[in-house]
């Protein structure tokens, strides 16, 4: 089946690159490109798109106005195009808030700078966010402060806790899946590492909008730092996160090491490094 994608972005040579990008891989085409949220609500009503790629600044109607109306009127999956920059990463993980699948940063206009890695990323998200189509449709509003207050409730045996760790590794859509997981843990649960891929600009804003959400703290992993009970520690976009034992206790430890994953921080890496 050849998933139809709608393209919306304010930028003619950005549509133009998606659409060529998207338009090349065998299993998905571009039904309609435009600019702007008016035309994009025409478009879905003439083609109902299976996945839309939405620019989070536009004019007019922005981004994030038009994918709370669609998510309200129409859910659909849709995969974010977002600015590398500090406004632009908070923006964005307001749109996974909302509803939004994945995103994926605006294409630099660079054939040397890897546009091949770029348009491979590009479709396994729109593949994924296809993927999770039924999921969209059906998915449940859950309210923040309901979670945390129920999930406070509830706390381990210290028994439970000795000498344990929790790791999660996750990469496309995993964002929300993530918070879904953190939002109902106890709140003395055993430390939790956590590999997202994720750009460097976007795991700072991301760890402290999960701390703001969940009933346990959440913060980006430092270098050197105790691992405590009750705390999720979020890999830096920049660095492997490993743990190692110093002096009876786990830390973490921050590595640039290249390893043989294509990515930077490794799910790999770090789960070997808690084998070890």
Not at 74 to 96: C, D, E, F
Request: some cysteine; charged content about 20%; aromatic content about 4%.
């Amino acid at each position: 089946m050849t998933i139809k994608v709608l393209v919306v972005d304010d930028s003619a040579l950005i549509r133009g690159v998606l659409s060529e990008i998207i338009n090349a891989a065998p299993d998905m085409c571009v039904v309609a490109a435009v600019e702007d949220a008016a035309r994009a609500g025409d478009a879905i009503k003439r083609f109902n798109p299976d996945v839309m790629t939405l620019d989070v600044e536009m004019p007019g109607m922005n981004g994030l106005d038009f994918l709370e109306q669609i998510m309200r009127n129409q859910p659909m999956p849709v995969v974010m195009i977002s600015t590398h920059t500090a406004r632009g990463s908070n923006t964005t993980l307001r749109a996974l808030e909302l509803g939004a699948i994945d995103f994926v940063a605006k294409p630099k206009i660079d054939p040397i700078c890897g546009m091949r890695a770029y348009a491979n990323e590009l479709c396994e998200k729109i593949r994924a966010a296809q993927a999770a189509k039924s999921w969209v449709l059906g998915r449940p509003r859950t309210s923040v402060v309901d979670n945390k207050r129920l999930s406070n409730t509830v706390l381990l045996d210290e028994r439970t806790l000795k000498d344990k760790l929790i790791l999660i590794g996750a990469s496309t859509g995993g964002t929300e899946a993530i918070k879904e997981v953190l939002m109902h843990l106890p709140a003395n649960i055993p430390g939790i590492l956590v590999v997202q891929h994720m750009p460097e600009m976007f795991t700072g804003p991301f760890a402290k909008r999960l701390d703001d959400q969940c009933p346990i703290h959440v913060k980006q992993a430092e270098h050197g730092e105790r691992i405590k009970h009750g705390t999720a520690y979020i890999a830096p976009g920049h660095s492997h996160l490993l743990v190692k034992r110093v002096a009876g206790s786990y830390v973490c430890e921050l590595s640039q090491e290249i390893s043989n994953s294509y990515h930077r921080p490794a799910v790999d890496v770090l789960f070997a490094s808690a084998a070890r």
